[in-house]
């Protein structure tokens, strides 16, 4: 059922995805760097092979690609790695995509990779701890000797000492139309929101309306960490924006 809503929301969202970021060419560019400088601090292989798990329509897999890694790169939702494809050879980029759930890994993606990478918070659309921890599992199947996991998500810890009910409006002005973005977030006793994502589009007085929702667990950084471990993971650390300067926190994991 959630795995059903989630792929739902993304096909849906896969055309209208870009218009969350203020320019999204710009946070290509700007997290593929960001990405590449962890990978040489923190990675203990040659770190040629990327597989990205929570592609959606490209935005870390295109500028890594650009950088010189082999990326494979799959989703869940099968219309955004339509979208990611498209994009990827609109900039000339080679990427080999798939669709893929992240909790079935092994038997849907070959091969080992040197770095595994699941960006812009992907993994708390798993709600409980049981499917996180299969998650886990599965990325590191996927994982050579002594390779490294990159993940981002939402900064929790900080969200739930007051559990916003909104973000913050993202506008974008086009020649023909205005659009706005943001979500408002309905959260149920468990740490567990609904997300509404409203779009408008529209002209002078006249916007059109489209609404799509999907569910988020507001994990912590502790209770993610001690998932990770179960599931074989060492050397488990957090970088936070101070000091990577990317948006969310990221967790690094090896594995052994
Ligand atoms: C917020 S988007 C981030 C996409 C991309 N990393 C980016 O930054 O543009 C979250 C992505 O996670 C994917 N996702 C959610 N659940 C998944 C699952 N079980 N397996 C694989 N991908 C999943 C969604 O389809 C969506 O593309």
Redesign the pocket.
């Known amino acids: 059922m959630t ?1 059903d809503q ?2 739902k ?2 096909d849906e969202l896969s055309a209208d ?1 870009h218009l ?1 970021f203020g320019n999204w060419d710009n ?1 290509i560019k700007r ?1 593929s760097k960001i990405l590449d400088n962890i990978i040489q601090k923190y990675s203990k292989n040659e770190s040629k092979t990327l597989l ?10 295109i500028g890594l690609a650009n950088l010189g890694y082999k990326v494979h790169a ?4 099968p219309k ?1 790695i339509v979208r990611a494809r498209l994009e990827a050879n609109k900039r000339g980029v080679s990427i080999s995509f798939d669709v ?5 890994l092994e038997d849907q993606v070959e091969g080992t990779f040197d770095i595994v ?7 708390p ?2 709600l409980t701890d049981e499917e996180l921890l299969l ?1 886990a599992k599965n990325i590191l199947s996927k994982m050579k000797s002594n390779s490294l996991f990159i993940a981002s998500i939402r900064d929790y810890d900080q969200l739930l000492e007051d559990k916003p009910i909104s973000t913050q409006p993202n506008v974008k002005d086009f020649t023909k139309e205005r659009t706005i973005s943001f979500q408002v977030w309905d959260w149920d006793e468990n740490n567990v929101y609904t997300v509404n994502h409203f779009t408008l589009k529209g002209i002078n007085e006249k916007f059109d309306t489209f609404l799509r929702t999907t569910k988020y667990r507001a994990y912590k950084r502790d209770e993610m960490s001690k998932i990770f471990k179960e599931a074989g993971f060492i050397e488990i650390k957090w970088l936070m924006p101070n000091e990577s300067e990317y948006y969310q926190p990221i967790i690094i994991a090896l594995k052994p």
Not at 100 to 104: E, M, V
Not at 117 to 123: A, F, G, Q, W, Y
């Open positions: 795995n989630t792929k929301f993304y995805y969350i946070a997290q990205d798990c929570s592609c959606g329509i490209g935005t870390q897999a799959t989703d869940l939702s955004a893929a759930d992240f909790k079935k990478i699941s960006c812009d918070n992907s993994l659309h798993l998650a």
